[in-house]
């Protein structure tokens, strides 16, 4: 087993690729990256590594299970990081058979392929290896306004279906270490935000909306509270967790960042009217309130304690800081924005949002 190597899947989205970019530039070991490149897999976020020799590109899915038995035995990797999923609650509403295909079927088959390479390692390297799954705190249900965070220790109460099958997915993991003595670590984090963040989701949305000068959609009434971590912060946490985690426990990471999405759209058009002014009035004229989302989850909210404690770790960035770095970010990728918003994007804007009364594609 070559002890530096480790494979991540989902090295192309955005909490991956800023994982993959991360290792690659700290030169910590050569990471082969498996990713089936959906829509929200681009290997433009990877650009900054592309003749890195450390990274090692690999076309596939993780339920393709001659594909990952190959690359196992291939690289014989010290560890398996596993990001990739479908993300999107929206789309999950909208068409969930892509979710229970990758993120239950999907897992199992690589679970299946990891558990065999795993068994026919030597006993040593079988006691360091890691099967590390990112998962959501999504996974522990809508908290009231006056609940504590969520706990390791919270029960499982998934509402969407993006959220039962990573729940489904979490509990193969469980299993996995249960039964077999498989060494995994699961992480369940809060919301991120950051470079490379797809414009479908609130925050890149309403950053690319405001500059497009398109109304900018907020569901409901703008109550529902969200618990916001720096995807930088979210891929040390990581990073921490494959080094002192201890197998078979799960981590919660957040930041203690809770925030209404009203909020977080003024906060997002303050930034804007000062680095990038219109003519004439304010981004927050844009703002407008869209029919709800069916289910909408009230409330997240991650207690963040059990990995500051054990493991030592906690977020470099605040809300403020970070949502500055990510507006400059948006501002200064304007290319980026522009590919990967053309094609199956704009087919994604008629179906959510013309549903609710807005034509924004
Ligand atoms: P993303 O949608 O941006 O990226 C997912 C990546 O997985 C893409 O590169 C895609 O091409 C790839 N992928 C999808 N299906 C695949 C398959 N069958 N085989 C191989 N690759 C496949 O997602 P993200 O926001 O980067 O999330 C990454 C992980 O983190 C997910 O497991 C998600 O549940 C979890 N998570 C996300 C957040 C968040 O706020 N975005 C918060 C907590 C946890
Ligand atoms: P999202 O970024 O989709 O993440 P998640 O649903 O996984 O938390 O949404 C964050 C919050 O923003 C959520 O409460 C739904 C809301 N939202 C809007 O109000 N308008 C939008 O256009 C989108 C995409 C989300």
Not at 150 to 179: G, I, M, W
Not at 269 to 296: M, N, W
């Amino acid at each position: 087993m070559h002890t530096d190597t480790i494979v991540v899947t989902g090295g192309a989205g955005f909490i991956g690729s800023n994982f993959v970019n991360a290792w690659v530039k700290l030169k910590l070991g050569k990471l082969v990256n498996l990713d089936k490149l959906t829509y929200a897999g681009n290997m433009e976020n990877l650009a900054e590594i592309s003749h890195d020799p450390d990274h090692v590109f690999i076309h596939a899915d993780i339920g393709d299970r001659a594909a990952v038995k190959t690359l196992l035995e291939t690289h014989k990797p010290r560890a398996v990081l596993n990001f990739a999923a479908e993300s999107h609650v929206d789309r999950s509403i909208h068409g969930p058979d892509a979710f229970i295909q990758t993120n239950v079927v999907g897992t199992f088959n690589l679970l299946e392929e990891v558990r065999a390479y795993w068994q026919a390692l030597p006993v040593e390297s079988q006691q360091s290896f890691r099967f590390l799954h990112v998962s959501t705190d999504e996974v522990y249900g809508s908290l009231e306004p006056n609940d504590p965070a969520f706990k390791e220790t919270n029960p499982y109460q998934p509402n969407s279906p993006y959220s039962a099958s990573k729940a489904a997915s979490d509990h193969l993991v469980r299993a996995y270490h249960h039964t077999y003595g498989l060494p995994t670590l699961t992480t369940n984090c809060s919301n991120n935000y950051g470079p490379y963040h797809f414009p479908e989701k609130l925050i890149p949305l309403v950053i690319h909306n405001a500059l497009s000068g398109k109304p900018l959609p907020i569901y409901g009434n703008g109550s529902n509270i969200r618990d916001w971590l720096y995807v930088e912060d979210h891929c040390n946490a990581i990073r921490e967790v494959l080094a002192k985690g201890l197998p078979g426990e799960t981590y919660n990471i957040g930041g203690w960042n809770e925030k209404t999405n009203l909020d977080v759209v003024h906060t997002l058009c303050d930034i804007l009217d000062q680095e990038q002014p219109k003519a004439q009035g304010s981004y927050r004229d844009q703002i407008t309130f869209v029919k709800d989302r069916p289910g909408h989850d009230l409330r997240y909210a991650i207690d963040a304690s059990k990995i500051e404690q054990t493991l030592g770790w906690k977020p470099q960035e605040t809300f403020e800081t970070g949502i500055r770095k990510t507006v400059r970010w948006y501002l200064e990728h304007t290319q980026w924005v522009e590919r990967v918003t053309s094609g199956e994007y704009q087919h994604w804007l008629s179906t959510n949002y013309h549903e609710r009364g807005e034509e924004l594609a």
